[in-house]
T-cell receptor, first 116, second 110 residues
């Protein structure tokens, strides 16, 4: 079946502009995660959704970052007033939402964001 | 989050077994041991996970020490496609996020 999809695959923007990144999770997966991977910081957690709620936003680096999820499916990560340090690959993952620590996360291919 | 320690890099010959070690001396009783890998220019991919007993699946085997302070991911017959960064991650019960370390970069020699 279809995996996690993300769009766009690449985004180049100018400093100060807003960007929106989209994630389509696997159908039926109730949990959705955003991570980012940059050269300096490795792979880091940003935010977690269970359904449309976000019980863990602890990884969002600043108030310029926000995310929402509608209909328990698609999620959008928005970065306002982008800065050069926002350049990274933004990864989305989804899981069936089983309780506990054994749930498997399925990752999308990522969106490469470059801020000029 | 409990911390894991992995070698930065390893090399292995194609078609030979590979043993990737991970130390996690501060593991707690409810922490699951997860392994993910990331192939070049792709998102991470689940490999295997376990709690106390050794685990096998079609991709790999996971050997967990009796005291659970270390584990080893075993690729039984490495192929060029197995060249990736392998991450050993402890995931505690109720904590949904994955905390990635620096992982082990595995190079397969033809």
């Amino acid at each position: 079946g279809a995996g996690v999809s993300q769009s766009p695959s690449n985004k180049v923007t100018e400093k100060g502009k807003d960007v929106e990144l989209r994630c389509d999770p696997i159908s039926g997966h109730t949990a959705l995660y955003w991570y980012r991977q940059s050269l300096g910081q490795g792979l880091e957690f940003l935010i977690y959704f269970q359904g449309n709620s976000a019980p863990d936003k602890s990884g969002l680096p600043s108030d310029r970052f926000s995310a929402e999820r509608t209909g328990g499916s698609v999620s959008t990560l928005t970065i306002q007033r982008t800065q050069q340090e926002d350049s990274a690959v933004y990864l989305c993952a989804s899981t069936p939402g089983l309780a506990g620590g054994s749930d498997t996360q399925y990752f999308g291919p990522g969106t490469r964001l470059t801020v000029l | 989050d409990a911390k894991t320690t992995q070698p930065n890099s390893m090399e292995s010959n194609e078609e030979e077994p590979v043993h990737l070690p991970c130390n996690h001396s501060t593991i707690s009783g409810t922490d699951y041991i997860h392994w993910y890998r990331q192939l070049p220019s792709q998102g991470p991919e689940y490999v295997i996970h376990g709690l106390t007993s050794n685990v096998n699946n079609r991709m790999a085997s996971l050997a967990i020490a009796e005291d659970r302070k270390s584990s080893t991911l075993i690729l039984h017959r490495a192929t060029l496609r197995d060249a990736a960064v392998y991450y050993c991650i402890l995931r505690e019960w109720g904590n949904e996020k994955l905390t990635f370390g620096t992982g082990t970069r595995l190079t397969i020699i033809p």
